[in-house]
């Protein structure tokens, strides 16, 4: 499971494998311009092109959805498990597992407030290339703010393997402060910080919340004439954590 800020619906559709072909919407009450699955009494979207024109409408804000490979599959939900997808998309979380064998779904995409996302997936590879897109996005912005005439596009993607490297502190919580980004000699610098353990869930957190409490320990930078990556690590105490390998 990612939670994130600042990750968009369009970061994770172009960074996915493939667009679902078929999405159950967990969002109640249902949408009667939609379809209605008569066994979930849920509202289903089919077909790739469908899928995303629904998903990247401003007006399906906050949709939440979850995708299934096999229509039938529905057909065959218990009771018990229609009423986990109810609760999966009214409390942001799963009760047993929020991936279904009869469904056969690679993604829950749960949609919070002030545009947080909560996105399990079945395979954590399929989530870098997501990160990927949205911090080549947020560097392109970043960088192009701060100049009226000089500006830059074409920055290359993020070799997978730098990205992985950041797994250890994944689960702690880390902010990739563009905010703080700055260029020095021909290097866009984007510093990485660690949020400290809080009892209270990053949902209720607000930034100044997680940037005081917060410490770098490593910087992202970017060759602006090679357009090479790389990840200086400032602490390497904070990734000795390796359980997620």
């Known amino acids: 499971m990612i939670y994130s800020r600042g990750l968009s619906v369009e970061d994770f559709l172009r960074g996915i494998p493939r667009i679902p072909t078929h999405i159950l919407v967990l969002n109640t009450p249902v949408n009667d311009n939609l379809s209605i699955d008569n066994h979930t009494q849920l509202n289903t979207v089919s077909g790739t092109f469908n899928i995303r024109k629904y998903l990247t409408n401003p007006k399906a804000d906050h949709v939440s959805w979850l995708d299934y490979s096999r229509p039938e599959g529905l057909d065959e939900l218990l009771p018990e498990e229609i009423a986990e997808l109810l609760y999966l998309g009214h409390m942001h979380t799963h009760y047993t597992t929020p991936f279904s064998y009869k469904l056969q779904n690679d993604f829950v995409f749960l ?19 997501v990160l990927n897109g949205s911090l080549i996005r947020h560097t392109r912005q970043s960088f192009n703010e701060r100049r009226m ?97």
């Open 149 to 245: 005439f000089r500006r830059y596009e074409n920055f290359a993607d993020i070799p997978q393997t730098l990205l992985r490297q950041l797994t250890p502190i994944l689960s702690s919580g880390i902010i990739f402060a563009f905010d703080q980004a700055f260029e020095q000699e021909k290097q866009y610098r984007i510093p990485i910080l660690v949020v400290k353990d809080n009892a209270q869930s990053p949902i209720y957190r607000s930034r100044t919340s997680l940037y005081t409490q917060a410490t770098q320990v490593a910087v992202l930078r970017y060759n602006m004439i090679s357009g090479h990556w790389h990840l200086v690590i400032t602490d390497s105490s904070a990734f000795e954590d390796d359980q997620f390998y």
């Open 111 to 129: 949609s919070l407030a002030s545009k947080q996302l909560k996105i399990y997936y079945r395979q954590l590879k399929n989530f870098y290339p």
